[in-house]
């Protein structure tokens, strides 16, 4: 798209496609936390129609642009818009109640979602072949016109749909469809065993509210959610996406390397091979997390996904360069089995972690983290890289993976959570009510 907008810019084509990139996810960095906080309040039907809204009018607008700084501001609306799959997972958790139906929900999402992007890929890259339009000269202008409209469509049905679902599903005696967070942002006491509250004394409890310097409410929220409740699931989705985002940062490095500086000097075509099955096993690692999680549940099921990215993650430097591609093959199915694991274990852990008036902030708040370190990940995974070079070890960035994958491990095996967020009589009447 940046040859396309900018040909008197090829000496450049890297910087300003990195733009384009960074333009889309920036704001995807904050707008996570800020959609979920919304959905607490006022509801999560509103809030993904929305975001389908707002996401197909910027991929419809990026469809339309001959101008790079129009394609810019596109791409900057679209990540705006870009956070339903935060709201879809609070939405998940509200209607699935018990561990089996939010095991078999989730990994539901995660193989329509994984399968959506590799099929989304595959059609967008088919459609915006110029060749396809030569004879159009509107399509010429604007050959990614086609691809985007696809998605622009594909997003006005998804916006139909919901708002069907929303008039079918009114609420009653005026009352919300979903659980909101008070307008005031409470202290978010409700994300507590109610053992673990009746234990703590009113004392302590002033003085903590006392000594506690409230920022406004519109962030006091994003601090009052990090608790002892809620900071290990946090620690473990982070370690996850670390892992993640450095591996598969540092495996195309590897693979795509001259032979002289310890690589593989692999193509780009056959570096992409074992980034496919990684995604493909990931998604079967989504597809059968149903009898996985039943049998370990979802502490030791982290625990799994964690340990095979261990060894996964120095298969391919130690054992490359005797058995390329059995090596490469290995270290991507046993990592992309690990990384399908701990996505949904995660999720799980998240979703136990509160109560249901903080589901979309607290996914919120994990999505903020995740593109955080999707963002800071590559950067480290390439000094690394680099330095590993100069010392004449590549090995060593993937070992940095494997001591974070082990991290995971330890921390979920010793610390992990294993109660529940326990609701009151009440609350459990309000949301029977609202699901009838």
Known sequence: MTRVLLPDEGAQIGYYSGLLQSAYAIPTTFMDGVWGNISDIVGRGPVLLAGLLGYG??????????????????????????????VAKGMIAELAQDDDSRAWAYSAYGVVFSTAGVVGTLIGGFLADPKLFEHIPFLLARPYFVACSVGTILAVVGAIVTAGNMMKRRPSAGRPMYTALPGDIEKLEDVRPQRAVQQSSPAASDVRQESCFRLPAFLQAYVDIVSCRTAV?????????????????????LASAPIAKGGFGLTPKSTSLGMTALAVTKLLAKAFYVP?????????????????????????PLFGRIWLWESMLLSAILVGTGEGLCYLSTIM????????????????????????????????????????????????????????????VFISARMGPTAKWIAEEEDMDERRALLI
């Open 57 to 86: 009018f910027g991929t419809l607008l990026l469809g339309l642009s001959t101008s790079y700084a129009v394609s810019l501001c596109a791409l900057a609306a679209t990540g705006f818009f870009s956070s339903n799959s935060v």
């Open 233 to 253: 699931p946090l620690i473990l989705y982070a370690s996850y996406k670390l892992a993640h985002s450095l591996f598969n940062a540092a495996l195309p490095l």
């Open 292 to 316: 996985i999680h039943r049998r370990l549940g979802t502490k030791w099921t982290y625990c799994l996904g964690c340990a095979l990215i261990v060894p996964a993650a120095i298969i391919a």
């Open 349 to 408: 852990c998240l979703t136990d972690a509160v109560g249901p008036r903080h589901y979309g902030l607290i996914h919120g708040v994990a999505g903020c983290l995740g593109s955080v370190l999707k963002t800071v990940a590559p950067l480290i995974s390439g000094a690394v890289w680099e330095w590993g070079v100069e010392i004449g070890a590549i090995w060593v960035i993937f070992l940095v993976v494997a001591g974070v994958a082990a991290c995971g």
